[in-house]
């Protein structure tokens, strides 16, 4: 998919941190493939994004975002447009703009 209409080419990022509910295991893997497959369709906009895991690999309930985006609005919007926002998987989102210094071993500033 190519970039979203709310897109512009001067987007500065936004890290967007997602806190899952307690014991909502159940509700993140029932919607795990409609999450990915959103992923996939926006893309264009991922810096980086994945689940946080513990020191063991298991899973901490809650993700990481890093998105190509220009305002918080848009932000929210993105995230409120994932599979998990909508099955009610979030216990809290946290959206905070990021000065993209290096992504990929590449100097931005």
């Not at 307690?22 to 919607?31: D, E, G």
């Not at 990915?36 to 309930?61: I, N, R, S």
């Not at 929210?76 to 926002?85: A, T, V």
């Amino acid at each position: 998919m190519c970039r979203p209409a709310w897109h512009t080419e001067t987007a500065v990022p936004f890290i967007i941190e997602t806190f899952d509910k307690p014991h909502h295991q159940s509700v993140r893997q029932a919607t795990r493939a409609a999450h990915l497959a959103f992923l996939d369709e926006h893309k264009a906009l991922l810096l980086a994004c994945g689940a946080k895991l513990a020191d063991d690999g298991t899973d901490l309930g809650g993700g990481l975002y890093v998105v190509d985006l220009d305002t918080r609005e848009q932000a929210q919007r993105f995230i409120e447009s994932d599979p998990f926002h909508a099955a009610g998987l979030f216990e809290r989102v946290v959206l905070t703009r990021w000065r993209k210094a290096y992504v990929g071993g590449e100097c931005h500033l």
